[in-house]
């Protein structure tokens, strides 16, 4: 039996992850969250992994009163999300929110485990070192993120990288789509978490209104695929059946279809190579709607093209644009700044902190640290 660490089981691909580790009939051997321990009690309950960690400190002491009947070690903050990283297991799959999958990422893949990756901002600042720590190791890291899922789905057979002349990533233009920077002003919480086709976690649900989202799956692209910003293009594509395409040099376009549904890239990650049965929903192409292309309006939505900027700088000015973006994105929910404020405030990160080219691993979390402040003051 095939088992697997699970880093951020009780969030949007945390529970679906579940599902599908349940349809293969694979085993748990850890399990992370922040800090909701009323869920995690229970998929301990169900799941019976070696491990449980909560990153807040009070939760875990709470977990850890909660689970004394059982066998679960359970642990606290980074320490134990690494621990959580290197348990012994066939796959990592990081589902954590933001930054702080990082290092957790890294120490998996030095053992030479594969990482499932549905965690983009550890790509977005850290994607040269994350990948170089997984040539060095022969780890593999595959993609849980629908369209990259999708490109490197079509990307199998593929044998020379110097075939593709470009990578085409969907967007579902999210729920501002043809809205006016005017308008955007206005927009509440609420209005921006209505997302248009997917259910996901309130942080990516806010990117994926901005278009930051699309913006730092440009970067995540770039690192995973090892092409150049000119190889990436972005089409807005409403209905989100096409979850993204390759075109390759001959000019013949490949594209993966299904239902907007996050189990089957989740399970591909798994069962790579193989294909099995598996929970997510079938595709009737006699009841999709028509199949629609537009290009994207980085004027109104200028994350985009914040993003893509920084992807052309380099070096830590990801790092930076996705820290000013954590925090922005966590004001926004808060109800502390308004909905175009989030442009403004990474904007203003990427103009106050100086970029270093080729960085360390201090260097991107030093950058991060300052992209936070400069974003909060
Ligand atoms: P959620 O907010 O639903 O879940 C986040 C998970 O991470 C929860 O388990 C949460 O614990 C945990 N977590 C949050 N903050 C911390 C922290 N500081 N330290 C440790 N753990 C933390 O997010 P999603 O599942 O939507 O997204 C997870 C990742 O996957 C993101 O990087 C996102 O961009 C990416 N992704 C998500 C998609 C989706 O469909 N949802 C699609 C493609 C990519 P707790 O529940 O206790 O707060
Ligand atoms: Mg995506």
Redesign the pocket.
């Known amino acids: 039996m095939k088992t697997i660490s699970l880093l951020?089981?009780?969030?949007?691909?945390?529970r679906q992850s579940l599902e599908v580790i349940s349809s293969l009939g694979w085993g748990v051997a850890a399990l992370?969250?922040?800090?909701?321990v009323e869920l995690l009690e229970a998929q301990c309950r169900r799941y019976r992994p070696r491990l449980a960690v909560c990153?807040d400190l009070a939760a875990a002491e709470t977990l850890k009163i909660k689970l004394a009947d059982t066998e679960v070690r359970v642990l606290s903050g980074m320490e134990g999300?690494l621990e959580a990283a290197v348990t012994e297991a066939d796959v990592v799959l990081t589902?954590?929110?933001?930054m702080?999958g990082l290092r957790p990422t890294l120490a998996a893949l030095t053992l030479g485990r594969r990482v499932a990756l549905?965690?983009?901002?550890t790509l977005v600042c850290a994607g040269e070192l994350v990948m170089a720590t997984a040539k060095a190791h022969g780890a593999q890291l595959l993609p849980?993120?629908?369209e990259h899922s999708a490109i490197f789905q079509c990307l199998q057979g593929c044998r020379d990288r110097g075939e593709v002349k470009r990578l085409i990533l969907t967007a579902s233009g999210g729920p501002f789509f043809g809205r006016t920077r005017a308008e955007m002003e206005a927009m509440t919480v609420s209005d921006a978490l209505k997302h248009p086709n997917?259910s996901?976690?309130?942080?990516?649900t806010v990117d994926s209104a901005t278009m930051m989202n699309k913006g730092l799956e440009v970067i995540e692209a770039m690192r995973l695929y090892e092409l150049p910003l000119e190889k990436i293009s972005v089409v807005i594509h409403r209905e989100s059946i096409i979850h993204s395409l390759v075109e390759y040099c001959d000019n013949a376009i490949l594209a993966q279809l299904g239902t907007p549904d996050?189990r089957l890239p989740i399970q591909y990650a798994l069962t790579w190579p193989e294909r099995t049965p598996g929970p997510a929903a079938p595709l009737d192409l006699l009841c999709c709607k028509d199949l629609t292309f537009r290009a994207p309006d980085e004027e109104n939505f200028p994350c985009l093209a914040l993003a893509k900027g920084a992807a052309a700088i380099g070096g830590t000015a990801t790092a930076v644009l996705n820290g000013a973006n954590e925090v922005a994105v966590g004001k926004f929910l808060t109800g502390e700044v308004g909905f175009m404020d989030i442009p403004r405030l990474v904007e203003r990160a990427m103009n106050a902190v100086r970029p270093v080219q080729a960085p360390s691993l201090d260097d991107i979390l030093a950058a991060d640290t300052e992209a936070r402040a400069a974003a909060a003051s």
């Open positions: 951020g089981s009780t969030g949007s691909i945390g992370t969250a922040n800090r909701n990153m999300l589902a954590v929110m933001g702080v549905a965690n983009k901002e849980v993120d629908s997917w996901m976690g309130a942080k990516i996050m």
